[in-house]
């Protein structure tokens, strides 16, 4: 059964979905859809066009789904759109789109943890994860399986790889490739991210093969270009190796050399 502390305030128009918990002081605008089984503590405001999908499970004072911070905000309807079972710590924002028709998207099973800032337009996948005080700007991309270190900052329409991770304390101005490991400031790519593909599986001959290919583009003195086409000519084709040169020759900021 869903519940709804009496302190709560709900707008009648809200679309609460079965199994809901909703605690003590929340608020949740009128155009909001939570999904079921999602659970508000005390001091939740969820406004905005925002749709939360099952399960995510949302810590005192939180902000989702409100009006951007960004300074060309001129009006219109813009979306934060959220998948299933994401925990969002306390104190974390998440704002809505800046343009008329635009969305800010996150995935599922990720876990924000207290103070994240998440901007607008920005796109989180899968299973991420974003420790304390890590704050993302506007338009940043987030790929499935990443990690943001506690108080990281990412410059705005930066991108951060598949199951990369950004160390602690980083300024993230350029793109983190995927299956790197990023620190610094600015962060530099130090070495592959041998922890998490080790965490989620990945065959060690698919992690030799990226360890040869982190050497290629960052230890032989190539350009980007070369050592793209080294990498093509004489790693095997595997899918990993195929998406790290694809986010890479699709960069617009450059890549955290």
Known sequence: MTSIHPTAVVHPKAQIGPDCQIGPYCIVGENVVLGPGCKLHAHVVIDGHTVLGAGNEIYPFACIGLKTQDLKWKGGITRTVIGDNNTFREYVTVHSATGDGEQTVIGSNNHILAYCHIAHNVTLGNNIIMSNLATLAGHV???????????????????????????????????????????????????????GMDRHGVPEATQAALRQAYKILFRQGLSIPNALAKIEAELPPLPEIAHLVQFIRSTQRGISK
């Open 141 to 195: 991309v987030v790929e499935d399986y990443a990690v943001i270190g506690g108080l990281a900052a990412v410059h705005q329409f930066c991108r951060i790889g598949r199951m990369a991770i950004v160390g602690g304390c980083s300024k993230v101005v350029q793109d983190v490739p995927p299956y790197m490991l990023a620190d610094g400031n600015p962060a530099v790519t130090r070495t592959v991210n041998k922890v």
